[in-house]
């Protein structure tokens, strides 16, 4: 019997279908979703599709892999992405064939389809310098996999875009009997452009960490110098295919998209606004007043938390304003001190191409009341602002990101929480501020709630 495992994150639209298909395998006898953390109604619709659901204790493809197989019952077990819909009707047994007929410990699965950027320009190249034995394989990135449990159990997992082609080097490491097979056509998304360099960083990284266990000598001069040309390469082509990404427009969303503040009405709506006020009165360090204000969210649900932000005004104009800057080649984004469940509703809401916000956990749909700071809201040696934990150091990091110019920015907000964001980008924008400084650091000042006029900066 076979166990298929299914790493999750945000995938209502798809994860049904994929969990019908598996059961439609004969010798399918468990399904295990992995969710990570989602945000959406992708747990509740993987129950209802007769899954077993796993919510991992972090985020990260690889934690999730791990858990896995761990949880599986199965001697053999199938590795299925979550967002293809549809899969070829015979994917997971022409996965398995080898390992049921023990020619195989270790099955990869291939698509018609052309290998990725990343596979082409850095995996292929360092497979050949580093694991001239895996350099046949078609599609080493490739997540669509089949094992033996007993062998999985012995590998490390990366919790990061290197996690497949490591899988591979070490199950090829091993000795274990690896099978590439061809599972049909299947129509893949491509990360887009600007988050190649992140997958090429990491996939290098898994290779390289890989190699350097496997031989105790250092690398050669000559194989040292493949390596740069390969890394060379790769970024000759990102500039060349984000050049067209060069301008970018952000958004504060409290007070600036919104009419009101998200915390602010979940303080009426849930009757605790005397203790928000308290906290504000007296928590100065930003830090933890951001901690604090999410314990008061504890044991709320997303839906609850959606049902408000579902409710709130948005101020005049913001989607055509959005619409128009995006028709003018520019990124529309919001950076907001809120929480990814609301700026990512948001976004969607007014067509943003990307939020960035604080991560409210969640347990069982449930808040915890613990807020996760990403890492760059921080300062670093090359923050521009100088302070420690500041909006300019997220839109600093969304900038290099992108290939955007600082210069080639603008910025939007409403409080002194975005005064640096306002004073460091390009073009600086207060939007009916009552803050007096943020007005004398903006280039433009917005009276009206209406985004009408600020078309002309475009």
Known sequence: MLTVIIPALNEEKTIEQVIRFCWSEPGV??????????????????????????????????????????????????????????????TIANLTAPLISNEADFVKGAFARNAGRVTELVAKPLLTILFPGLSHFSQPLSGMIAGKKTFFKKIEFFNDYGVDIGILIDMYLMKARVQEVNIGYIENKSKPWEGLGKMSREVSRAILSKAQRQHSNELSQESVNSLEAIQREMSNVLRENLSTYRKMIVFDMDDTILKSRFINECAATFGFMPQL????????????????IGLLLKNRTMDELLNVISNMEMADNIKEAVQHYKEKGYLVGIISHSYTL?????????????????????????????????????????????????????????????????????????????????????????????????????????????????????
């Open 342 to 458: 609301i700026t990512n509703y948001v976004k969607q809401q007014i067509g943003a191409d990307f939020s960035v916000a604080h991560q409210l956990e969640f347990f069982e749909g449930k808040a915890t009341g613990e807020v996760n700071l990403p890492s760059y809201f921080f300062g670093s040696p090359d923050s521009i602002c100088g302070h420690s934990f500041c909006k300019t150091n997220a839109l600093q990091h969304i900038c290099d990101k992108h290939n955007v110019p600082m210069k080639n920015s603008i910025a939007v907000g409403d409080s002194k929480d975005d005064r640096c964001m306002v004073a460091y980008a390009g073009k600086g924008v207060a939007f009916c501020t009552t803050d007096e400084l943020l007005e004398k650091i903006a280039m433009r000042n917005i009276k009206e709630r209406n985004f009408e006029s600020l078309l002309a900066l475009a």
């Open 29 to 90: 006898s468990e399904i295990i979703v992995i969710d990570d953390t989602s945000d959406d109604n992708t747990v509740s619709l993987a129950k209802e599709a007769g899954a077993r659901v796993i919510i991992s204790a972090a985020r990260g493809k690889g934690i999730s892999m791990k858990e896995g197989i761990d949880a599986a019952t199965n001697e053999t077990v199938v590795f299925l992405d979550a967002d293809i819909d549809p899969y070829p009707d015979k």
């Open 277 to 292: 006020e308290e906290l504000r009165f007296n928590e100065k360090d930003p830090i933890i007043l951001t901690k604090r």
